[in-house]
C-alpha cells in the first residue's frame, strides 16, 4: 500500500485506522524515496531567505551603526534575534 504523508510519527494512526476498517492486521514499513516538496516548501525557503535579508538591514541600519560606534554598546550580528511570527 503506497501513501503519501505516512511517516515514522504517524504510522500508528494508519494502523489503527485499518482496524477500524477490518482490515486485517498488516505489517506497515515505511519507505522513502526522496524528500516530500509540499507547496509551503519553496515559500519557507524564500521565507528564511527573506528574514535573513531583514536581519541583514538591521545590522547595517543608521540605528544600529549609531548605537555601536557612539555609545559604544557591543553589539554583534548573534545578539540580535529575529522571531517570524508565522512559527
Known sequence: MFADRINKENIQNLIDSLK????????????????????????????????????KEIINSDLFVN????????IDEDKIMVIDHEE
Not at 22 to 36: A, D, G, L, M, W
Not at 67 to 74: R, S
Open 20 to 55: 477500524r476498517l477490518n482490515f486485517p492486521e498488516y505489517k506497515v514499513e515505511i519507505e522513502s524515496t526522496e524528500k516530500q516538496k509540499y507547496p509551503f516548501f519553496k515559500w519557507e525557503q524564500q521565507r528564511k531567505k527573506d528574514i535573513e535579508k531583514f536581519k
Open 67 to 74: 548605537l555601536k560606534n557612539n555609545f559604544g554598546e557591543d
